[in-house]
């Protein structure tokens, strides 16, 4: 193969690999130069989360002095492999760049995965000012018992999340009926101690009431934490008769 060619294909394999974020969120309010110091240390942050979140699955640090000091976080959720981690975080640091070239405050999330900065300091401290909601527009045949279902299931994985051993990580499964089972699964980012990953859970799992109501599948992911139930399973360890199902095409996303 002409070498070219070769480099030329490698290019688009390597570019086509990178899979698409859930959502982003650049801070207009924020606005840098690209040819700034903080723009600088934005990059020199996120060649130090990169490797350093692979290792963990968790990174919080800064980068830089006084006012063009950058703050970091990059986080995958516990149940994903190292290699899945490393992959995400590789995906979520290239792609925060071309979205959010110009902000000093970005944030990107992904399922595996969610990376953010800024110069002001979030660490240990909860947000849910931004959230982007994905719900599978099929709705349950029963909605009564479901809520009560689902409601149990998430009262057990939360009080799973804020045991510190846990580091932030809660879930679980439920047969609902002889054929169908729930499954849910919470993450606080692991800068927050237990009673703020309460506090955020408490707020993402209030959506399933208003936006998510009696829908099938439910994903709320804020800066501080993600929640999600689903009628097939979706986090890790499957067993082995069990293949990752996602069904992209009745998922409906909400617009921040
Ligand atoms: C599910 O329920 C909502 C609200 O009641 C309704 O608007 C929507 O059309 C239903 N979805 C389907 C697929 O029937
Ligand atoms: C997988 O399927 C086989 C055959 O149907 C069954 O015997 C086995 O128990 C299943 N394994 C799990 C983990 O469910």
Known sequence: MNLLYYL?????????????????YCNQDTTISGSSQISANIDRLLAELVP????????????????????????????????????????????IRQRCPNQADARIWYDYCFLRYNTENFIGEVDTSVGIFYYNVDNVTDPESFKKELGNLM???????????????????????????????????????????????????????TICDSRKGCRVLYSSCYVRYE??????????????????????????
């Open 52 to 95: 350093k979140a692979a290792q963990n699955g968790f990174i919080a640090t800064s980068y830089g002095k006084d006012q063009n000091r950058v703050y970091g976080l990059a986080q995958c959720r516990g149940d994903v492999s190292s290699k899945d981690c490393s992959s995400c975080i590789q995906d979520a640091a290239k792609q």
């Open 155 to 209: 009262d057990k994985i939360k009080s799973q999340a804020v045991v510190s051993t846990n580091e932030g990580l809660g879930k679980g499964e439920t047969k609902i009926s002889p054929f169908v089972t729930l499954y849910a699964l919470v993450q606080c980012t692991r800068d927050l101690p237990p009673l703020s990953c309460a506090q955020c859970l408490a707020v993402a799992v209030g959506n399933f009431q």
């Open 8 to 24: 030329l294909l490698l290019h688009l394999l390597y570019t086509s690999t990178a899979e698409d974020p859930l959502g982003d």
């Open 231 to 256: 009628l097939y399973p979706f986090f890790f360890p499957l067993d082995s008769n069990t293949t990752m199902a996602n069904i992209h095409t009745s998922i409906v996303k909400v617009q921040p």
